[in-house]
């Protein structure tokens, strides 16, 4: 079974305005940790934002938030105020307490941002 | 700045001959990995070194090799390239707590081109 889901393959977002990826996890540890992390086109992966399975705030770095539902096993993304250069394949990862040192990452999804 | 540096970026061999990527970091972090790439898809760990500790993935073929003389360096070496194994290659690094706190910081990548 899929660990990390990412449904949309693809999305498009006006520039300036507000965009929601989606993610879902499956997991029976109760310490986890999910991540997510932006690859433009010249293949670098980007660090985001990252949230523990017990931090009880959402986690929020900049323009971007990780809306956290514990119970719906959901990490979604939201990138405010898109802008071009958002434009990127963006994964969603998880790090599981007893999974040692593997991350398993989604399929990705792919973010275009239009002037 | 500290970083993750791989070289070369763009690398064309041919097929069975062997070649060697390599990944240096100024981040003075312990743990050093190496994942694989494919078009379009989640990027798959190969091994990763925890100091001077090599654990291989189960599925990772034989004809993937590492070496870690220290610290700041990886290498990464392939003996007997196949088509099939041309791909990015990603190095990354982190400084663990907990392994599912543990944030990557990756390298920009070597594109393998296998002839």
């Known amino acids: 079974a899929q660990k990390i889901t990412q449904t949309q393959p693809g999305m498009f977002v006006q520039e300036k305005e507000a965009v929601t990826l989606d993610c879902t996890y499956d997991t029976s540890d109760q310490s986890y940790g999910l991540f997510w992390y932006k690859q433009p086109s010249s293949g670098e992966m980007i660090f985001l934002i990252y949230q523990g399975s017990y931090d009880e705030q959402n986690a929020t770095e900049g323009r971007y938030s990780l809306n956290f539902q514990k119970a719906r096993k959901s990490a979604n993304l939201v990138i405010s105020a898109s802008q071009l250069g958002d434009s990127a394949m963006y994964f969603c990862a998880m790090r599981e307490g007893t999974g040692g040192f593997k991350t398993i990452f989604g399929a990705g999804t792919r973010l275009f941002v239009k002037a | 700045d500290a970083m993750v540096i791989q070289n070369p970026r763009y690398q064309v061999t041919q097929f069975g001959k062997p070649v060697t990527l390599s990944c240096s970091q100024t981040l003075n972090h312990n743990v050093m990995y190496w994942y694989q790439q494919k078009s379009s898809q989640a990027p798959k760990l190969l091994f990763h070194y925890y100091d001077k500790d090599f654990n291989n993935e189960a599925d990772t073929p034989d004809n993937f090799q590492s070496r870690r003389p220290n610290t700041s360096f990886c290498f990464l070496d392939i003996r007997s390239p196949g088509l099939g194994d041309a791909a990015m290659y990603l190095c990354?690094?982190?400084?663990?707590?907990?392994?599912?706190?543990?944030?990557?910081?990756f390298g920009p990548g070597t594109r393998l081109t296998v002839l």
């Open positions: 990354a690094t982190s400084r663990p707590e907990t392994a599912e706190t543990d944030t990557q910081y």
